[in-house]
């Protein structure tokens, strides 16, 4: 078996990439730079001018590559980086399959729950409408681009991804083990949160089970306040949870970026369910547990 990956040097496709390997199946990672990643044992590099002959005869391909969503301060510039760091390369994975002399069997493209905008208090499952800001027109074109590859196509709607190798955990673990974490604002948002075991068991779900196509939801099924998630975390780390960050902060240093973090999306995996997926962490505090306790 043989499965191509895009963003395979990021936090998902990092442990993607270990699942693999561990099944002995090969790997074949595409990056803009392949001698910066020759010494990862056990995976093939190629850069984008060879992607269609990586993806030809491959048992799937899975896309994930895009610049970090609040790595820095959204300015017009930042946010066109976004966008063109999304579309463009799903169309170049996408122009790639179609031009395969053998297409792969699957593909499967990085999404994001931020496709059903900022919902306060509505439960979204995969047959909810988009929303109408920024993030959700990005997320409809990006997964629009990926249906013209002609084979089963899957998009991978990714939640708030629960990983002490990077997005959002670390950025959080600093103060709250200094005592000075908290929720944001009153706490009231809701996270729809997945731990990175998941994240990676979903995607390879979707790679081995011809009946995984279309919309699917990476979040665990039980969303939590934001007020919740910080309670937790102060648990798992034996420190106290008591000191709120306000709002305005996040804007001042993310700009419209902060969205993302103040949004409220109670998202289910209704379909990932129902497809056959079994999550091995369905609960918050035991997420964090395992993570960082």
Known sequence: MHVVITGASGLIGGALVGQLRQRGVSVTAVSRNPRAHSALSGVNWTNWDGLTDAVSGAAGVVHLAGEGIVDQRWSKARKEALRNSRIDTTRRVVTAIQE???????????????????????????????????????????????????????NARLGIVMSTEGGALPQLLFPFRLGL?????????????????????????????????????????????????????????????????????????????????????????????????????????????????
């Open 100 to 154: 395969a002399g053998e297409k792969p069997s699957v593909l499967i493209s990085a999404s994001a729950i931020g496709y059903y905008g900022n919902q306060v208090e509505r439960e979204s499952t995969e047959s909810a409408p988009a929303g109408d800001d920024f993030l959700a027109q990005l997320c409809v074109d990006w997964e629009a681009e990926a249906q013209g590859a002609e084979v089963r196509t899957v």
């Open 181 to 293: 974490g908290g929720p944001i604002g009153l706490g009231r948002a809701w996270w729809s949160w997945i731990h990175i075991d998941d994240a990676v068991g979903v995607i390879l779900h979707a790679l081995e089970n011809n009946q995984v196509e279309g919309a699917i939801n990476l979040t665990a099924p039980n969303p939590v306040r934001n007020r919740e998630f910080s309670s937790s975390l102060g648990r798992a780390l034996g420190r106290p949870a008591l000191m709120p960050v306000p709002p305005l902060a996040l804007k001042l240093m993310l700009g419209e970026g902060a969205s993302v973090l103040l949004a409220s999306q109670r998202i289910l995996p209704t379909r990932t369910l129902d497809l056959g997926y079994r999550f091995k962490f369905t609960e918050i505090d035991a997420a964090l547990q395992d993570l960082v306790a």
